[in-house]
């Protein structure tokens, strides 16, 4: 989903002026990365030892990093992990 300039800056401008309530509760949005075979080995190995999907961990991995370990710790309502789950070894 590739948006044009005005339609980011109607959907960006609506949380700032408060037309939207930003919502933790459903992931909608999805963000393509390349990665290099290496990189996509590594991350299906390390998914694996957590338990996940290589996907599941990348937003993992994204949320440890913006909010912390501790921080903005994702919603029980949908029954998935939250960034400070994983393996417990």
């Known amino acids: 989903m590739a948006l044009t300039r005005p ?3 109607r959907w960006a401008g609506s949380f700032w002026w ?11 949005h999805d ?3 390349w990665l290099t075979d290496r990189e996509y080995m590594d991350l299906c190995k ?3 030892r957590e338990d996940r999907k290589p ?3 990348l937003r993992v991995i994204l949320r440890r990093f913006m909010y ?3 921080g903005a710790a994702q919603c029980d309502c ?3 992990n939250s960034a400070d789950e994983g393996r417990t070894e």
């Open 31 to 33: 963000v393509k990365s």
């Open 18 to 28: 408060g037309n939207t309530m930003l919502d933790d509760n459903k992931r909608v």
């Open 46 to 48: 390390a998914a694996d």
């Open 78 to 80: 949908n029954g998935t």
């Open 68 to 70: 912390g370990n501790v």
């Open 55 to 57: 996907g599941e961990l």
């Open 7 to 9: 339609a980011l800056q």
